[in-house]
C-alpha cells in the first residue's frame, strides 16, 4: 500500500464522567479518578500534573462550599488533541466563586488564585437550577505549534 494514500484519522474526543459524594472521600477520588483516565488517554505527564491540581482545587471546593446534604458533584473531563476541559458541577448556583483574592486574614479563599495561576481559562456556568459548574481548560499543544 502506497503510503501517501492513507489518510491520517483525527483523534476522537476523549470524554469521562462521574458522580462522587459532596465529602472529602469524594474530592479525593475524584482526583485519583482523573488522573487515571489522563493517564490512560496519554497525556502529556506536565498536563496531567497541572490537571491533577485543578481537579483537586476544583473537588474540594464542591465538597466543601458547594455542598448540600444528600446531593452529590459531578466530575466530568474532555479532551480534545488540543484542549482539556475540566468540569465540576455541584448544587449550589447560589454559592458562587469569588474572582478576586480575599482579605489577607481570611482562613480560606486561595484555591481559585492557584486555578488561576495553573489554567488557560477558566470560568462557572449557572444552572440549571439549582446547579452551578467551574470548568476549567487547559492547551495541550504549545503556543508556538501550528
Known amino acids: 500500500m ?3 494514500n ?3 484519522l483525527p483523534i ?7 458522580l462522587l459524594s459532596s465529602t472529602p472521600r469524594g474530592a479525593h477520588l475524584a482526583r485519583f479518578l482523573a488522573t487515571e483516565w ?8 506536565g498536563a ?3 490537571a491533577e491540581h485543578l481537579v483537586a482545587e476544583l473537588a474540594a471546593n464542591a465538597a466543601t462550599h458547594g455542598r448540600l446534604p444528600g446531593r452529590d458533584f459531578r466530575l466530568a473531563l474532555h479532551a480534545t488533541t ?15 466563586p469569588r474572582r478576586r483574592p480575599p482579605s489577607p486574614d ?10 488561576e ?3 488557560d481559562r477558566w470560568g462557572v456556568d449557572i444552572g440549571p437550577v439549582p446547579r452551578k459548574t467551574v470548568w476549567t481548560e487547559l492547551d495541550l499543544l504549545p503556543a508556538d505549534a501550528p
Open 2 to 4: 502506497n503510503q501517501e
Open 6 to 8: 492513507v489518510t491520517q
Open 12 to 18: 476522537p474526543a476523549r470524554h469521562f464522567g462521574v
Open 38 to 45: 489522563l493517564r490512560t488517554w496519554g497525556l502529556p505527564p
Open 48 to 50: 496531567i500534573g497541572t
Open 82 to 96: 488540543d484542549v482539556l476541559r475540566i468540569e465540576v458541577t455541584d448544587t449550589r448556583g447560589d454559592a458562587l
Open 106 to 115: 481570611a482562613v480560606s479563599g486561595r484555591g481559585l488564585i492557584l486555578v
Open 117 to 119: 495561576a495553573f489554567a
